[in-house]
């Protein structure tokens, strides 16, 4: 049930976009052990200059190709999270050829209460789910 956006500066190809999300996909699937039709994203494009990625004072300058991540899920292990960070980093080197300055991830935790998937009802409360 992550809901993951994606925000990335114009210029990938659909199919650079199709492998960031189907990487993306195989970490929440690895790390958090969700369902393979668990799968809920959205990519946002921004023209050059409005993403701000700043360092936070670590000392490292990102490039033009920095992606944020945001992970909107229900809680999940600090375990977990690490596991997740750590496979995105190595994960979108390897297969989309990111580098791991360049990639900025947040997760937001909500409850069941948090979520409807359809029709305006709570699938978690009514037992759809």
Known sequence: MPLVRIDVTEGRSDEDLKILMDTIHECVL?????PKRDRYQIVTE??????ILQDTGLGFERTDKAIAVQVFTSARATVMKQDFYELMAS??????DLDPKDLMISIM?????DWSFGFG?????????
Not at 46 to 51: A, E, F, I, L
């Open 30 to 34: 690895s790390a958090f052990k969700v």
């Open 121 to 129: 009802e709570i699938q978690y409360l009514n037992g759809k789910l």
């Open 91 to 96: 994960k979108l080197t390897a297969q989309c």
């Open 109 to 113: 935790t909500n409850t069941d209460v």
């Open 46 to 51: 921004h023209k050059p200059g409005r993403m």
